[in-house]
């Protein structure tokens, strides 16, 4: 797992690996429904909501790509998040279980 501290570490993450990491996941979840193995699409599930693309993604997601579009916040004003923010959110995210 990397660790962000600085706008460097933010800009040299693999974007494009972590979402091939996610679609690979998700693309075997599919394939476990079509056969119907339900028991293997929810440990992948599971797999997915732990991931470390996952989490990152998301968090790539909500401070960067959403900024400027009808982002929810009291009277249009959104959270400005430095990079400091976003590894405090990486650790957050990875105490969470499901």
Same mark, same amino acid.
């Given at each position: 797992?990397?660790?962000?501290?600085?706008?460097?570490?933010?800009?040299?993450?693999?974007?494009?690996?972590?979402?091939?990491?996610?679609?690979?996941?998700?693309?075997?979840?599919?394939? #476990?429904?079509?056969? &119907?193995?339900? *028991?293997?699409?929810?440990?992948?599930?599971?797999?997915? +909501?732990?991931?470390?693309? %996952? =989490?990152?993604?998301?968090?790539?997601?909500?401070?960067?790509?959403?900024?400027?579009?009808?982002? #929810?916040?009291?009277? &249009?004003?959104? *959270?400005?998040?430095?990079?400091?923010?976003?590894?405090? +959110?990486?650790?957050?995210? %990875? =105490?969470?279980?499901?």
């Amino acid at each position: 797992m990397t660790q962000v501290k600085t706008s460097d570490d933010w800009q040299q993450i693999n974007w494009r690996k972590l979402r091939r990491d996610l679609f690979r996941l998700q693309k075997r979840i599919f394939q #476990a429904v079509q056969v &119907g193995d339900m *028991a293997k699409a929810k440990r992948l599930q599971k797999l997915v +909501m732990s991931s470390y693309a %996952a =989490r990152m993604l998301a968090i790539r997601q909500v401070t960067q790509l959403n900024q400027g579009k009808k982002t #929810a916040g009291v009277d &249009g004003k959104t *959270a400005d998040l430095t990079v400091s923010t976003h590894g405090d +959110m990486i650790g957050n995210t %990875a =105490r969470l279980r499901f």
